[in-house]
């Protein structure tokens, strides 16, 4: 088993940053993808951004050149750099990690509001 656990949220204002952390552990070994998702009240979970292995990554249009996710494979780690926050980014931020199955962390909360 593999489980989440997702820190860094808060409230902040529009423009501002924030880096959320996802620590992973359990039975991690080998290669997996890891990569954050967030749900808006009264809309679906989307995709923000995820972080292959090796280190390839993509993006949700909506965060292109604002966001940055990386990773630390020796901590079992993925962090996401949220800079130049919108008040639409406001959602609760979920990590998941994709090996053969999807885990999903408990999720944190970002509110960017003035």
């Known amino acids: 088993q593999v489980q989440l656990v997702e820190s860094g949220g808060g409230l902040v204002q529009p423009g501002g940053s924030l880096t959320l952390s996802c620590v992973a552990s359990g039975s991690i070994f080998g290669i997996y993808t890891m990569g954050w998702h967030r749900q808006a009240p009264g809309k679906q979970r989307e995709l923000v951004a995820v972080?292959?292995?090796?280190?390839?990554?993509n993006y949700a249009d909506s965060v292109k050149g604002r966001f940055t996710v990386s990773r630390d494979n020796a901590k079992n780690t993925v962090y996401l750099q949220m800079n130049s926050l919108k008040s639409e980014d406001t959602a609760v931020y979920y990590c998941n990690l994709v090996k053969l199955r999807t885990y999903w962390g408990q999720g944190t909360q970002v509110t960017v509001s003035l």
């Open positions: 972080i292959t292995s090796v280190g390839t990554t």
